[in-house]
């Protein structure tokens, strides 16, 4: 497993809030063509949260709820195997 790293976790959710915008035509993206050739140039996933059906994580979500009795879900939670 990965050490937390809070800051580099915030700066590839904001590249990837940016991208979007960006590709939307929204002008307050700071994305540039330059950006996106690095980031696609060493392997960046533009798109990986929630690889998983939306209701299987609403299922997870429930299980979550019901064994901890909040909706809280920390960064760091481990998925539930399948």
């Known amino acids: 497993e990965y050490p937390p790293r809070p800051l580099l976790r ?3 959710d904001r590249q990837r809030q940016s991208y979007k915008k960006y590709l ?3 002008t307050s993206s700071n994305m540039t ?4 050739q690095l980031l696609n140039k ?7 949260h929630n ?3 939306w ?5 997870e979500l429930l299980t979550f709820i019901e064994e901890f009795g909040h909706a809280r879900v920390p960064l ?3 998925p539930r195997p399948l």
Request: proline share 7%; hydrophobic share 25%.
């Open 51 to 53: 690889v998983q059906p």
């Open 10 to 12: 915030r700066w590839v």
């Open 24 to 26: 939307k035509g929204d």
């Open 55 to 59: 209701d299987t994580s609403y299922e």
């Open 42 to 48: 060493v392997g960046f996933e533009w798109d990986c």
């Open 76 to 78: 760091e939670y481990p």
């Open 33 to 36: 063509e330059n950006r996106i």
